[in-house]
């Protein structure tokens, strides 16, 4: 899916026009030199070198938009196969929404002005139909998502002094991966 949706939005980025999907939110696809290297985890994504961490930090993009004041939206597609058509973000998708987050914070570090609200285009398989016969149809929403990246940089900083420190970190309850070391003994 994601890589047919690339192919529609891409058709309407090369000729600075809305996709259907964008037309009530006077959107169009963003049409940067990097957008296909950003798209692109395996060749760095949308990177940001932290100076302090001495580490770069990157995530691939599945698209991003734009609105007529040059304010960009990050965009993530899904997919799911459910019997419903899934129009909101369901309640155990807080990895997207920090997906979302990290993604806004990324692309605000190489300078771009970027609006807190991302958009998840969700694709749900069509279920009712009587049969496959070699096709599958689904019902596709548009998903707004209100971010807030101000997490982001306080984690990195505690990420970052833990994996320098030479103390292990307490143990924690709920924590898995003290559940394996705890285990593994």
Not at 124 to 136: I, K, P, V
Not at 176 to 185: L, P, R
Request: charge should be negative; proline fraction near 5%.
């Amino acid at each position: 899916m994601d890589t047919l949706l690339k192919k529609e939005f891409d058709e309407h980025r090369a000729k600075g026009t809305s996709h259907p999907l964008q037309a009530d939110l006077c959107l169009v696809p963003a049409n940067l030199p990097e957008i296909n290297k950003w798209r692109d985890s395996l060749r760095g994504g949308v990177a940001y070198y932290h100076t302090v961490h001495q580490c770069t930090y990157y995530g691939g993009i599945d698209d991003l938009w734009v609105d007529e004041k040059q304010t960009y939206y990050v965009v993530d597609y899904k997919a799911t196969a459910k019997a419903e058509p899934v129009t909101s973000l369901p309640d155990w998708a807080d990895g997207y929404r920090r997906q979302a987050e990290f993604y806004q914070w990324l692309l605000r570090k190489n300078g771009l002005v970027v609006s807190n609200t991302a958009y998840f285009v969700y694709c749900t398989g069509d279920s009712s139909r009587s049969g496959f016969d070699n096709q599958l149809l689904f019902n596709t929403h548009v998903i707004p998502y209100e971010g807030d990246d101000s997490w982001v940089e306080p984690t990195l900083d505690e990420l970052q002094n833990c994996l320098l420190s030479t103390d292990i970190p307490p143990y924690q309850k709920n924590c898995k991966y003290c559940h394996f070391a705890e285990q593994n003994k």
